[in-house]
Each structure stands twice: as structure tokens, then as C-alpha cells.
């Protein structure tokens, strides 16, 4: 099975042109950041994009604006968009952002918002630069000698400063799988107990060293709900950084219908089939996961393959 529609995040690689090969090209990422044409993405310390005052997209800094902020702010190439360098700046603890919003009128907003609103290859433009933006701010010392690090390649990497250390540090991605187990017809779907009332969710966990991703399904499923899970297809991934994960997605049959809690993970798990999941949805007993997430895309698929419904027609009703 393979996804319809591109999750929300991905498909940069159809826009950006990431350009690593150039990240240590000292003299040719010196060009791009002076160039006239170069966009920064701004980043407060906490991670929050500066968005327009009054529309649902970026606030780009121009050549202009750029001048001072590069004298302090930590800037990072991003790639190439339409021959265009881009760069993120991250401000730090000290810089004062509601000074900065009226000198830009703008307004900050985090990942989780923004990434509703914005257009789609701005949304993956701001995950991608958060998720660069969490690591060069957890990542200050080596962790081999204690040594502090200094951001080097663009600030793709971080490098010891210890002479006799000098390792270098790669920015972090944490795989974690999440699936919709089918089993005759019906959909598992399963809810934390601090969620909203009635919300619902497809399964989800971390993968764990030495584990594959079909591996990582069929333990996670069998830990939370207690169902055993038998053929695993991959379905479509999502960057998801908040702060540093990559949802892989994926489709799964249940060999048997039998649920039972585990781990504690859950406060509850049921079998939904098309109609029940109507039903509920119209009478406000269930609410989908967020359509930010590659859960709402998971289900919404599922939706449509197996009783040709669509989902976001059903959560408008």
C-alpha cells in the first residue's frame, strides 16, 4: 500500500535542492550568505518560526534585515530553492523577540500550529530548520571527552574542540513506527488517557536498537493492545520534528481480534470499522488524531480503500 497524498512535512526533495556536498565550501556558502537574493528563516530560541502579522505564511528576512542579525545570530545553509540560497537564523535566549516582531511585523508561532496553516513547502522548510535548530542547541559538548563542540559544515555537524579528541557529532533522528492494524474489516485505534475525550489514535513507539521496522510494529502492537500482528507494509514517513523523531507509517493485519492493555501505554483500545467510525464521528463520541499527522493520513487511507470513504468530508459534516 502506498500513501495517496503527501503527509504534511515531506516532499522537500521536490523543492530543495539541500546541496551537501557544498556545506564545506567555505568560500561558496560565503557568497550564498551575502548574496542578494538569499532568504533566512528566522527561529527564536524555543524554536517558533516568525510568521507575517496578517497572512498564514513565513517571514523571510531580506538582504536588509539579515545585516544585523548575522553579526550574532547562528546561521545555518538550508539549500537551494529555485537558485535561491536558503538560510535559517536562530536567535538566542538573550535577543528580544517582541522587539523583533514589531521591527518585522510579525508573529511567532510554533511547529504544531503553523504547520496547519502554512503553505506545504513552507511547513516542511520550518520542521526542517526546528529539527536542525533542537540539535545545535542540545548538542554544546562531545559526548566521548566532554570537550565543548563548535558547529562546523554549515552547521550540519559539530565538531570537539579538544585537539586530542576532534570527534565529530551528527545531527540526531530518532525512528519511531506507527500503524493501523486491520483485522476482518475493522481498524485498531487506541487513546492515551491524558487526551482529549474521545480522541483516538493509530498505535505508535520508538524503535529500539537492533530491531527492524516490521519488528518494531509487531512488538509495539503486541505491548499495547496485546495483538498479535502477522504481514507489515510500509505505507509513507513523516518528519516529525518535536523534536527529533521520524514517523515511519505503516499497514498491518492482526491474526487475532483479542485485545489486551499490556504496558500501560494506553487507557484504551478498540476495533473501529467504517460505519462505527461514521457513527461515532457524527455523534461526537470519537475525534481523530490531529491532521497534521501521518495518523490522520493513515486512517483517512484505510478509509477510503476499504468503504471508499473520505475522511476529511466526515470530520466537516
Same mark, same amino acid.
Not at 527561529?43 to 553579526?71: I, Y
Not at 559539530?158 to 586530542?164: F, H, K, L, S, V
Given at each position: 500500500m502506498?500513501?495517496?497524498?503527501?503527509n504534511?512535512?515531506?516532499? /522537500?526533495? /521536490?523543492?530543495?535542492?539541500?546541496?551537501?556536498?557544498?556545506?564545506?565550501?567555505? @568560500?561558496?556558502?560565503?557568497?550564498?550568505?551575502?548574496?542578494?537574493?538569499?532568504?533566512?528563516?528566522?527561529?527564536?530560541a524555543?524554536?517558533?518560526?516568525? /510568521?507575517?502579522?496578517?497572512?498564514?505564511?513565513?517571514?523571510?528576512?531580506?538582504?536588509?534585515?539579515r545585516?544585523?542579525?548575522?553579526?550574532?545570530?547562528?546561521?545555518?545553509?538550508?539549500?537551494i530553492?529555485?537558485?535561491?540560497?536558503?538560510?535559517?537564523?536562530?536567535?538566542d535566549?538573550? @535577543? @528580544?523577540?517582541?522587539?523583533l516582531?514589531?521591527?518585522?511585523?510579525?508573529r511567532?508561532?510554533?511547529?504544531?500550529?503553523?504547520?496547519?496553516?502554512l503553505?506545504?513547502?513552507?511547513?516542511?522548510?520550518?520542521?526542517y530548520?526546528?529539527?536542525?535548530?533542537?540539535?545545535?542547541?542540545?548538542?554544546?559538548?562531545?559526548?566521548?571527552?566532554?570537550?565543548?563542540?563548535?558547529? =562546523?559544515?554549515?552547521?550540519?555537524?559539530?565538531?570537539?574542540?579538544?585537539?586530542?579528541?576532534?570527534r565529530l557529532?551528527?545531527?540526531?533522528?530518532?525512528?519511531?513506527?506507527?500503524?493501523i492494524?486491520?483485522?476482518?474489516?475493522?481498524?485498531?485505534?487506541?487513546?492515551?488517557?491524558?487526551?482529549?475525550?474521545?480522541?483516538?489514535?493509530?498505535?505508535?513507539?520508538?524503535?529500539?536498537?537492533?530491531?527492524?521496522?516490521?519488528?518494531?510494529?509487531r512488538?509495539? =502492537?503486541?505491548?499495547?493492545?496485546g495483538?498479535? =500482528?502477522? @504481514? =507489515?507494509?510500509?505505507?509513507?514517513?513523516?518528519?516529525?520534528?518535536?523534536?527529533?523523531?521520524?514517523m515511519?507509517?505503516?499497514?498491518?493485519?492482526?491474526?487475532?481480534?483479542?485485545?489486551?492493555?499490556?504496558?500501560?501505554?494506553?487507557?484504551d483500545?478498540?476495533?473501529?470499522t467504517?460505519?462505527?467510525?461514521?457513527?461515532?464521528?457524527?455523534?461526537?463520541?470519537?475525534?481523530?488524531?490531529?491532521?497534521?499527522?501521518?495518523?490522520?493520513?493513515?486512517?483517512?487511507?484505510?478509509?477510503?480503500?476499504?468503504?471508499?470513504?473520505?475522511?476529511?468530508e466526515?470530520?466537516t459534516?
Amino acid at each position: 500500500m502506498i500513501a495517496t497524498k503527501l503527509n504534511t512535512f515531506a516532499g /522537500l526533495s /521536490l523543492i530543495l535542492d539541500r546541496v551537501a556536498e557544498q556545506r564545506d565550501a567555505v @568560500d561558496w556558502v560565503a557568497a550564498k550568505v551575502m548574496a542578494p537574493d538569499a532568504r533566512y528563516l528566522l527561529l527564536d530560541a524555543a524554536g517558533d518560526a516568525f /510568521l507575517h502579522h496578517e497572512e498564514e505564511t513565513l517571514r523571510w528576512l531580506d538582504a536588509s534585515e539579515r545585516a544585523h542579525l548575522l553579526s550574532h545570530a547562528s546561521w545555518s545553509l538550508m539549500g537551494i530553492v529555485d537558485g535561491q540560497p536558503h538560510f535559517m537564523l536562530l536567535l538566542d535566549e538573550n @535577543d @528580544d523577540v517582541a522587539a523583533l516582531e514589531a521591527a518585522l511585523d510579525a508573529r511567532r508561532m510554533g511547529l504544531r500550529e503553523a504547520g496547519l496553516l502554512l503553505p506545504a513547502d513552507e511547513a516542511g522548510l520550518f520542521a526542517y530548520a526546528k529539527g536542525l535548530a533542537h540539535w545545535q542547541r542540545e548538542t554544546r559538548f562531545c559526548a566521548r571527552c566532554g570537550a565543548p563542540v563548535q558547529l =562546523v559544515s554549515s552547521g550540519h555537524r559539530a565538531q570537539c574542540t579538544n585537539g586530542d579528541c576532534g570527534r565529530l557529532h551528527f545531527p540526531r533522528t530518532d525512528a519511531a513506527i506507527i500503524v493501523i492494524v486491520e483485522h476482518q474489516g475493522a481498524c485498531l485505534l487506541g487513546r492515551q488517557a491524558g487526551w482529549p475525550p474521545g480522541r483516538y489514535s493509530t498505535l505508535a513507539g520508538f524503535v529500539e536498537p537492533g530491531e527492524a521496522l516490521e519488528d518494531a510494529v509487531r512488538r509495539e =502492537v503486541a505491548e499495547e493492545a496485546g495483538v498479535i =500482528v502477522g @504481514d =507489515v507494509h510500509y505505507h509513507s514517513s513523516q518528519p516529525w520534528p518535536m523534536p527529533a523523531s521520524l514517523m515511519v507509517g505503516f499497514t498491518a493485519a492482526a491474526l487475532s481480534p483479542t485485545i489486551r492493555l499490556r504496558d500501560g501505554e494506553l487507557e484504551d483500545a478498540r476495533w473501529f470499522t467504517p460505519q462505527q467510525i461514521i457513527d461515532a464521528l457524527a455523534d461526537g463520541s470519537l475525534k481523530t488524531p490531529t491532521r497534521l499527522s501521518v495518523s490522520y493520513q493513515l486512517l483517512s487511507h484505510w478509509l477510503q480503500q476499504r468503504a471508499g470513504l473520505d475522511l476529511d468530508e466526515l470530520v466537516t459534516r
